[in-house]
């Protein structure tokens, strides 16, 4: 079992496929053209598989595919089969943009993945789109429907509060979903690379027409609406559910308090080992795999380094704001 110097289990991994994505969110990608990544820079299937091996050996449990977009991976079945096979790994989650959604849904479920996250921060297409950069909100609202349709354990709706937000998007994907069997999470917006030109600034700065706690208490007001003790996965998130309604609405922020479960490791599909959103560490397992080393040397490496994970970071820790600036969500894959 991995743990680190804090005495925190670490069975939690967010595997990011690609970082191509069919759609280009922006407060996740930069504006203009985004050079892609030539192949000898991404994990191969084999090294992804491997990598997964090996984590999966030193106690990982659980595992997150992620990106880019993760259902643009031409080789997502394949990846998902052989990650079943792997000893000790007892759920595959995914969390997508939704729009290929209906394409592979049948082999998502038929392989068992337990739960899908699915983004979608407003049902109006002229305010999806101008997110986005597609009016797709539709299919990824009829998407996430035969999700649950399908009978999938668990359905979970991301939603970024970001400057183009307002109350009327909010209220509309809460009354869109509140007799459906979701969660539904707002998700504060963290800054990253792409967000020149849009307005998010550090950790001082008011910065979302929306953030948290104004959130709070509009979800308090909603008739039937209380905080829960339930947890809905492995997120830092706050609940709130209703007797009357099978719709349960997280609230997700940066805050220092969330750290004390954190239980997540992050790789990139370039092969780049993350600890903490917030900081800058990284072990590039690739350039190690390509030098011949072997899975017993791969795995003290990545022990050691657990170690590093910092006790609690934030947006507002020193050097954090920084961090988050030199990286872009499409790579660390959210
Ligand atoms: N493409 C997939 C999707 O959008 O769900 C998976 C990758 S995306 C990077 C993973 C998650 O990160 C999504 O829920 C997305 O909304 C969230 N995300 C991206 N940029 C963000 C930001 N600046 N702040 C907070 N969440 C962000
Ligand atoms: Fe693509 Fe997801 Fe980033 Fe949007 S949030 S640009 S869908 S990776």
Known sequence: MLED???????????????????????????????????????????????????????????????????????????????????????????????????????????????????????????????????????????????????????????????????EDILGLINAFEDLPVVLRFIEMMPASSLEGIECQGPSAESHSYDIASLEHLVSSLKGYRPTKKVYGYGPARYYSSEAKPLVIGLINNKEEVCFFCNRLRLTSSGKMILCIFSGKSLDLKESLRQNNSREFIAKMITSFIKEKPKNRTIASEGAYENCLNECMYRVGG
Not at 74 to 93: D, F, M
Not at 94 to 116: P, R
């Open 5 to 167: 110097s804090y005495g925190r289990k670490i069975d939690y991994l967010r595997l990011s496929l690609t970082e191509k994505c069919n759609l280009k969110c922006r407060y996740c990608m930069p504006s203009g053209d985004v050079p892609s990544l030539s192949s000898h820079k991404t994990l191969s299937h084999k090294e992804m598989i491997k990598l997964a091996g090996i984590f999966s050996e030193l106690g990982i449990k659980k595992i997150r595919l992620t990106g880019g977009e993760p259902l643009l991976y031409v080789k997502i079945i394949p990846l998902i089969r052989s990650i079943r096979r792997l000893k000790g790994i007892e759920s595959i989650s995914l969390t997508t943009n939704g729009i290929l959604l209906d394409k592979y849904l049948k082999e998502l479920k038929d392989l068992g993945i337990d739960s899908i996250n699915i983004s979608l921060d407003s049902l109006s297409p002229a305010k999806y789109k101008k997110i986005t950069g597609r009016d797709d909100s539709a299919k990824v609202f009829k998407n996430i429907t035969m999700a649950i349709d399908a009978g999938l354990k668990m359905v979970k709706i991301n939603s970024v509060l970001s400057p183009f937000i307002d109350k």
